[in-house]
Every structure is written in structure tokens, then in C-alpha cells.
């Protein structure tokens, strides 16, 4: 519970009172419930084997499924090392000394946090052509997921290296170091514990807007779902048109969920070590070109 | 320059299109959010695990899977609603799990003397958080709060993909049509944003200096 100051321990007539507003409250969302598979049911939409199509290896609808999901998590991974990587650098590039790079460097940090992610995807896929670059829908995609998720997470990497204690720092110079040691073998690895939740948390929201190469028709498992029921659609008509996109849309939302565990877990790990993980604000967290402008 | 003011019409209307999407999206967001918020710290066991439900899954499902239910998904139980209000509701409910948490950080927030005291003073629970908790918790949540809606004015550019005519549709749309001035359009679209972003985040900044509350 969260603020348990905020009501008093429930004697027995809240309690019933409680209970009744439960009661009537599950009965509502039932009801609801009961009403969209009566709709499902009447629209023959349940019917098992509409369903079985998703699990049945001879239609290759598991096996395209499974491949768009393979697509999706490569895009996903070479964007999470790229954005990472490059995060790193201009995060280290944005606390330099010398004017003449954190200027341009914050500049570019800005730059990709105020422009929705789905405008630099756009930018890449249909302007760049223009000027004869013409990108695949996987590197348009990637590359789109790169640029914004780097200056996240050049935000987050700084707010972690700034939240390492002063004394930290003063005592590697106090040593001898140089700048690039006392950033590499005293700031960085502290701070990369502590950053390491907002990191995890980060890494899923990117993961779950590889979903925007959709809208460009990357064959991730949107697209893919809508090819498959383009083609179904062809032979039988409207038929599995429901099936597909639940399916997709279900899988979608399964390994963001296995990975917001890991990232709760890291968080947890990270705390019960006493050491207090750096937080993110929600909105960094939204996805979709979110973040703070 | 001179494509931006000969296509001036178009960009005005996608401009006010992301507006619209906007403000009203916020709305919902706003509303269904501090509902949900309510319903997180309630005492009623029930109510708190429906809220903690809602914002677990929308917090994990990428926004356009949630476009992707609204507009494909709902005909399927005879509701037909058209492009523009099912990317309103997408993006409204899809935000309202955002803006209950920040609100929930916020409620957290509030010393617990305050509540408290509140109890102290025989204030049921809805009138502790309407009169004591809430009116603080929006203070201190104004710059997390004003973050998640500058992200969401960011998030409307999905519905690019979904039929409706706002400002980043205008990229793939005019890039195929004409074949010079491609820095004009990207530029039209990028300060569009802008314009919305930019004062929010200003307005957020004021709002947030005039009601602060030093602890």
C-alpha cells in the first residue's frame, strides 16, 4: 500500500460498505467484459478455429510470426548497443571542458529530445532519398531509434555521472589521474551501477517503439500481422483479421512485460545494495518520441 | 521558403489538426489520470488493483498497438469511430497511465502530517485528497506532469500512421509530391511541433514558479 495515511483502518461498517461497492463494481466490469465476447461470439469471432490458425505450423502463420518477432528484437538490439554507445559519448561530451564541444554536442542532444521520434524516422526514410541516400526500412528504423534513444540516454548517462559525489572526483585528480581516467575508471563505473534501472527502463521503451516501423512497413509484427491478413484476406475474406492483430499486438505487449520485470528486478537489486538508483522522470519513459522537450 | 508560404493552407490546417489532437487528448488524459490516481491510493482493494491493472498494461504496450486495437479492433464489436477520435482516445488513455503515476509520485509526495492531520480533523478519505492532498500533490507535480504532455503533443505524430492528416503526415505526403524544397518541409514540420512544445514548456516553467511550495 502506498499512503496508508490516508484512511483509517476500515472498521466494519466501511468494510461491508466496501464490499457491496466491490461487488457492484465486478458485476460492472464483467458485464462489460461479457459484453465485448458477446459481440466477439456474435460476430463469430471465437469460433476455435479462427484461433487455431495462430497455432496451426501448416497456414505458416506461427513461422511468420516468429520471424517478425526475430525482426523486431534485431532492430531492437542494434539500436540499443548504437544508442548506448553513442549516448555514452555525448554524454562525456556534454560535461567537457572545452566549449567548442559541449556546445555543439548539447546542441544535438536538444535537438533529437524535441522532435517526435516518428519525424526523425520519416526524415530518414523519405527525405534522405532526395538527396540520394536511400535507406532501407530496417536502417531508417534503426537509425531513427538511434538518434533519439542517444540523447536520452546522454541525458540519463549525465544525471548519473553528476550524481556521483564531488569528493569522488576532487580525490582521482587529488591522485594524479587525468581527466579521461578519473572518467573512466572512477565516475563511469559508479555511476553505471546507479543509472542502471533508468538504463533497463529506457532499453524497454525503445523496444517498444520499434513498433513504429509499422507506419514506414518494416516488416516487424504489426506489419507483418497486417500482410498476413492481407493475404488471408485474399483467399477467405475477412477471417482472421481479428486473430492476427490480437496475436501481434499480445506479443508485443508479453516481452515488454518480461522486460519491465528485469528492469524492476535491477531496480530492486540496485537499492538493496544501498545504493540509491538514479530515477527518470515518467515522461522519459513514454515512448513514441516522449521525453522532456 | 517560398514552398512553406505557397503550402501555407496545408500546414495550417495539419498544425491545427496536432493541435486539437492535442488539447483534447490532454483531456482525457488529464481527467481519466487523476481518476486513476484516486483509485490507486483508495482504501478499497479492489479499486486499487483495477487502477494498478490499467496502468501496468498501458504502460507496457507500445502506442501504436494500442492505435492498432482502437481502429481495427473496435469494429470488431460494433463500434465504428473514425480516424480522428480513436487517435484522441488512443493517445488520451494510452497518456492517462503516464500522468497516474506522476500524480501518484506527487500524492506520495504530500508530508504525511497532512493527511494526517486531515484524519485528525474527521475528513472522510475523498474529502482528505479533494481538499488537503491534491490540491499540493498538482504542485508538485506541475514540471514531471507538464513533461508527460509535451511527450504526449510528441506522441500525437503516430497517428501520421493511422489516416489522420496532422503535421508529420505532411512529410510522406508533400516528399513524394514535390520534388525541391525538402529542408522547407521538414523544417515546417519540426517548428509546427514547436510551436506547441515550446510555449507548453514555458507555460509548465511559469506555472511551476507561481504555485511552488518550498518544504
Not at chain 1, 101 to 121: C, D, G, K, N, T
Request: hydrophobic share 55%; net charge positive; glycine share 8%.
Amino acid at each position: 500500500m502506498t499512503t496508508p495515511v490516508l484512511f483509517d483502518v476500515q472498521g466494519p461498517r466501511a468494510r461491508a460498505r466496501a464490499r457491496v461497492g466491490s461487488a457492484i463494481g465486478a458485476v460492472l466490469v464483467l458485464a462489460i467484459i461479457g459484453f465485448v465476447l458477446l459481440r466477439l461470439g456474435g460476430n463469430g469471432q471465437l469460433e476455435p478455429e479462427r484461433w487455431a490458425i495462430l497455432f496451426d505450423p501448416a497456414s505458416g502463420v506461427p513461422q511468420a510470426l516468429g520471424r517478425a518477432l526475430v525482426r523486431t528484437l534485431q532492430v531492437a538490439a542494434v539500436a540499443m548497443v548504437l544508442a548506448t554507445l553513442l549516448g555514452l559519448l555525448l554524454a562525456v561530451g556534454r560535461l567537457s571542458d572545452h566549449r567548442f564541444i559541449r556546445v555543439p554536442v548539447s546542441a544535438v542532444i536538444e535537438f533529437f529530445r524535441a522532435i517526435p521520434l516518428l519525424v526523425v524516422i520519416f526524415a530518414l526514410y523519405f527525405v534522405l532519398p532526395k538527396y540520394g541516400v536511400r535507406l532501407s526500412t530496417f536502417t531508417a528504423l534503426t537509425g531513427g531509434l538511434v538518434l533519439y534513444n542517444m540523447a536520452v540516454l546522454a541525458e540519463i548517462f549525465r544525471a548519473g555521472i553528476l550524481s556521483i559525489d564531488r569528493g569522488q572526483h576532487e580525490a582521482g585528480f587529488g591522485l594524479g589521474l587525468r581527466k579521461s581516467q578519473v572518467m573512466t575508471l572512477i565516475l563511469l563505473p559508479q555511476a553505471t551501477r546507479r543509472m542502471l534501472p533508468v538504463l533497463v527502463a529506457q532499453l524497454v521503451v525503445l523496444l517498444k517503439d520499434t513498433s513504429l516501423g509499422f507506419i514506414i512497413s518494416y516488416l516487424e509484427l504489426l506489419r507483418q500481422a497486417r500482410g498476413l491478413v492481407e493475404y488471408f484476406n485474399s483467399l477467405f475474406g475477412d477471417r482472421y483479421t481479428f486473430q492476427l492483430y490480437v496475436a501481434a499486438g499480445l506479443i508485443y505487449i508479453l516481452i515488454n512485460v518480461l522486460l519491465s520485470m528485469l528492469a524492476r528486478y535491477t531496480e530492486r537489486r540496485t537499492n538493496r545494495a544501498g545504493r540509491k538508483a538514479v530515477t527518470a522522470a515518467p515522461a522519459d519513459q513514454m515512448g513514441g518520441g516522449g521525453g522532456a522537450a | 521558403m517560398q514552398f512553406l508560404i505557397d503550402n501555407f493552407d496545408l500546414f495550417w490546417d495539419a498544425f491545427l489538426t496536432t493541435l486539437s489532437l492535442s488539447l483534447l487528448a490532454c483531456l482525457v488524459a488529464l481527467v481519466l489520470g487523476t481518476v486513476l490516481a484516486a483509485m490507486r491510493v483508495s482504501p478499497i482493494a479492489p479499486l486499487r488493483g483495477l487502477a494498478t491493472f490499467y496502468v501496468e498494461t498501458f504502460r507496457n504496450t507500445p502506442l501504436t498497438v494500442v492505435f492498432f486495437f482502437m481502429i481495427f479492433g473496435l469494429p470488431q464489436i460494433d463500434f465504428v469511430i473514425d480516424f480522428f477520435t480513436g487517435a484522441v482516445l488512443s493517445v488520451g488513455l494510452y497518456t492517462a497511465a503516464f500522468v497516474c503515476e506522476a500524480l501518484r509520485s506527487g500524492i506520495n509526495s504530500v508530508s504525511p502530517g497532512q493527511a494526517e492531520a486531515a484524519r485528525a480533523l474527521g475528513l472522510t478519505f475523498g474529502q482528505s485528497l479533494r481538499e488537503v492532498v491534491l490540491p499540493q500533490a498538482f504542485r508538485t507535480v506541475v514540471p514531471p506532469l507538464g513533461n508527460v504532455l509535451i511527450a504526449m503533443v510528441k506522441n500525437t505524430s503516430i497517428a501520421a500512421g493511422f489516416s489522420v492528416s496532422e503535421l508529420s503526415s505532411l512529410l510522406p505526403r508533400l516528399v513524394n509530391a514535390s520534388a525541391g524544397d525538402l529542408t522547407a518541409i521538414l523544417v515546417g514540420v519540426v517548428v509546427g511541433y514547436m510551436l506547441i512544445t515550446l510555449p507548453s514548456a514555458l507555460a509548465v516553467h511559469r506555472i511551476e514558479r507561481r504555485v511552488a511550495i518550498l518544504r
